[in-house]
Each structure stands twice: as structure tokens, then as C-alpha cells.
């Protein structure tokens, strides 16, 4: 079975439904569920969705509605097999690439580092051309193992 690597973004366009790529996000995610691949996460990338969430279901306070952000990543979380970790050589690793945005660098080293990660779904797929893994859009996923809907 593939080993997917789905980035934060595709998990809060999928959340959010509000951004151009959450349909076909929705459909990476609803696929995920469905035991269609296995799906890897780091610890960054979830961090970076409860802060999304966080910030998205504020309360009247100006407070996270914490107990709607818990039962969420609860839910996402399940949805994952693995978390691999990011270790101080994928940051160093990130710093010394090509890639632009060193965060999604970062996620890349961590799953080289790991190895057996077939691909990498992104919603910023211009900001892995210098990618070692296969990587795509939700779009671009969905439409090469899924077929066009």
C-alpha cells in the first residue's frame, strides 16, 4: 500500500472548505479514511493544523474553543498510521536545499530521512520542484491513482 506523506494544507483545505483546492482535498482526505493509502504526518505538519484550527474557532474571548480544536485533531489523528519525526538534520538539511519555503524543506528531509514515502501531496506543489520524493497536488493525486470524477 503507498505510503503518503499529506501535507497540513491539504488537512485545512480540507477542514476549512473555504480555499481553492478543498474539493479536491476533501477527496485526498475522504480517500485517506477509506484505508485508499496510508497516510504519514509529522509532528510540525499537525502542529501547524491545530494552530489553524486554534486560530479559526476562536471564541468571543478571542480564545481557542479548545474542546472543538481537541475533538478535531483527535479525529485527524486517527486518520494517520505514522508520525515520523523531524530531527535537527532535516532542519540543517532544509537550510542547506533549494527549497524555498523551508518548512516544506523540512518535511521533505524528514521523509527522505524515513524512507519508504512514495509520494508527497501538497497544495503548494511549485514548492517542491526540488523534491527527491514523487509530489502532487491534491488535483494532481487524485486524478493520477483516482481517476477524473
Not at 2 to 15: G, T
Not at 71 to 91: C, G, K, Q, R, W
Request: glycine share 6%; aromatic share 8%.
Amino acid at each position: 500500500m503507498m505510503r503518503i506523506l499529506v501535507d497540513s494544507d491539504v488537512v485545512i483545505a480540507a477542514m476549512l472548505q473555504n480555499e481553492q483546492q478543498s474539493a479536491e482535498s476533501i477527496r485526498i482526505m475522504d480517500a485517506l479514511e477509506a484505508g485508499e493509502f496510508l497516510g504519514i504526518t509529522t509532528p510540525v505538519m499537525m502542529a501547524n493544523v491545530q494552530y489553524v484550527l486554534s486560530r479559526r474557532w476562536e471564541t468571543a474571548r478571542n480564545k481557542p474553543d479548545r474542546a472543538r480544536v481537541v475533538a478535531a485533531m483527535i479525529d485527524i489523528l486517527a486518520l494517520f498510521s505514522e508520525m515520523i519525526p523531524v530531527t535537527m538534520a532535516d532542519f540543517y538539511a532544509s537550510m542547506a536545499s533549494k527549497f524555498s519555503d523551508l518548512e516544506d524543506g523540512l518535511q521533505h528531509f524528514a521523509a527522505v530521512r524515513a524512507g519508504g514515502i512514495d509520494a508527497i501531496i501538497t497544495c503548494n506543489g511549485k514548492d517542491f520542484a526540488h523534491a527527491q520524493i514523487d509530489h502532487y497536488t491534491p488535483t494532481g493525486f487524485a486524478t493520477e491513482f483516482f481517476g477524473a470524477e
